[in-house]
């Protein structure tokens, strides 16, 4: 049975660091492309970071030198560290697995394997 589950979420002053993690079972792990996505309420899901089965890691703009993504093949885990956490950056965030890994990683219909969630609030 497969299963991707994030922990980590939790409130946070602007400014501020959040790590989240997530943990995954079930499939050929190290066979897979990462990514974390977040979905605002009334949004669109939305890719925040990308991660190759070899390591090498893509960002959305938004994010991009404040959010580390990295795996660990051995533990089959998958983090997320956030830091300059800002109001905007508040959703729901989610981690993906893909078996295709291309270049074009922001699509959600790219992903074949979803967690179920974990709150981040950045309050002001």
């Known amino acids: 049975q497969v299963q991707l589950v994030e922990t980590g979420g939790g409130s946070v002053q602007a400014g501020g660091s959040l790590t989240l993690s997530c943990a995954a079972s079930?499939?050929?792990?190290?066979?897979?492309?990462m990514a974390w996505f977040r979905q605002a309420p009334g949004e669109e899901r939305e890719g925040v970071a990308y991660?190759?089965?070899?390591?090498?890691?893509s960002y959305a703009d938004s994010v991009k030198g404040r959010f580390t993504i990295a795996r660990d093949n051995a533990k089959n885990m998958l983090s997320l560290q956030m830091n300059a956490l800002k109001p905007e950056d508040t959703a729901i965030y989610y981690c993906?697995?893909?078996?295709?890994?291309?270049?074009?990683?922001?699509?959600?219909?790219?992903?074949?394997?979803w967690g179920q969630g974990t709150q981040v609030l950045v309050s002001s």
């Open positions: 993906a697995a893909s078996h295709w890994c291309g270049s074009d990683w922001r699509p959600a219909r790219n992903y074949v394997y």
């Open positions: 079930g499939f050929t792990y190290s066979a897979y492309c």
């Open positions: 991660i190759l089965n070899d390591g090498s890691p």
